[in-house]
């Protein structure tokens, strides 16, 4: 499948740019949170993940840390940046225990499900 996030857009309505590449990140592991139709779990939240997010989401079933080289996952520490799904990215805001947002490497398609507003709110500021 060719590299289509240059195709994509970011929430900003501009082009997708890279979340992270140590780790490598995204749902084919190219770098960007772009987002195909096998994604069913719509990874197109740029977050820069904390310790409370991380044990927020093993406790919610999404262990995060624990590294799964079957699955070519690194396993996640504070500060890396990490394609999370949107809908537990949103499960956690709800919850006042969301990462901060990338907001040029945040897919258009997480305004699907999360309101702009509260992407803004949570973006990483430099």
Not at 74 to 81: S, T
Not at 86 to 100: D, F, I, M
Request: hydrophobic share 35%; glycine share 8%; proline share 6%.
């Amino acid at each position: 499948m060719a590299h289509q996030s240059a195709q994509q857009k970011n929430v900003l309505g501009k082009a997708l740019e890279v979340c992270s590449l140590s780790p490598m990140t995204g749902y084919t592991r190219n770098g960007c949170c772009d987002t195909f139709e096998g994604d069913r779990g719509q990874h197109t939240v740029c977050a820069e993940v904390t310790e409370t997010f991380l044990d927020f989401s093993r406790l919610h079933g999404n262990d995060l840390i624990t590294p799964r080289p079957e699955f070519d996952f690194p396993g996640l520490r504070p500060g890396d940046r990490w394609c999370l799904c949107a809908a537990r990215w949103k499960q956690a805001s709800e919850a006042g225990l969301a990462p901060p947002v990338i907001l040029e490497s945040t897919n258009q398609q997480a305004l699907d499900l999360i309101e702009l507003a509260d992407l803004l709110y949570h973006a990483k500021q430099p």
